[in-house]
T-cell receptor
């Protein structure tokens, strides 16, 4: 069974600080996606990483796929209150997405 | 506008009273899924469908049924709801698999008394 462990589960930091969220597995994924979910809404795709070692940037968010395609990280630089939300990683399994449990991020002004 | 719609958005019901949550997508996607989301447990897949008349169990299928008679619709049926099915439910669709983006509906908050 493929599993994705996401950490930390909860993170509350001050505006302007940096943070990293991790998504780890013992399984290899052909691709991995990061989603962000706001209260009362469904998750929305932020990025898909496909190649081992790939780094993608989305403004202040940097996503990295591990060389072995078993892990991924999301780094936010100079976090802002608008970054508050639930961040979810999902790996491409056979016909299904394998989901991490999510990281609830709160950025305090 | 490309979207996934689900209804109702909120539902309070009683144990044993059959209910259906509808889901529809207008993107001609082949893959559709139902998830439930509970605090601390993340998104858990209930059922998924890879195409019309093709459905399969996800991780937590007990107590649920689905059907896929048309490509755009994927209703979730609770024949005899129980309190442990109180949850936030999401329908989702994507073109196929792999790197395709998964689009989520707005969610249905179900409470079973």
């Amino acid at each position: 069974t493929q599993l994705l462990e996401q950490s930390p589960q909860f993170l509350s930091i001050q505006e302007g600080e940096n943070l990293t969220v991790y998504c780890n597995s013992s399984s290899v994924f052909s691709s991995l996606q990061w989603y962000r979910q706001e209260p009362g809404e469904g998750p929305v795709l932020l990025v898909t990483v496909v190649t081992g070692g790939e780094v993608k940037k989305l403004k202040r968010l940097t996503f990295q796929f591990g060389d072995a395609r078993k892990d991924s990280s999301l780094h936010i630089t100079a976090a802002q209150p608008g970054d508050t939300g639930l961040y979810l990683c999902a790996g491409d399994g056979n016909y299904q997405l394998i989901w991490g449990a999510g990281t609830k991020l709160i950025i305090k002004p | 506008e490309a979207q996934v719609t689900q209804n109702p958005r909120y539902l309070i019901t009683v144990t044993g009273k059959k209910l259906t949550v509808t889901c529809s997508q207008n993107m001609n996607h082949e893959y559709m899924s139902w998830y439930r989301q509970d605090p601390g447990l993340g998104l858990r897949q209930i059922y998924y469908s890879m195409n019309v008349e093709v459905t399969d169990k996800g991780d937590v299928p007990e107590g649920y049924k689905v059907s896929r008679k048309e490509k755009r619709n994927f209703p979730l049926i609770l024949e005899s709801p129980s309190p442990n099915q109180t949850s936030l439910y999401f329908c989702a669709s994507r073109k196929r698999g792999g790197t395709d983006t998964q689009y989520f509906g707005p969610g249905t908050r179900l409470t079973v008394l």
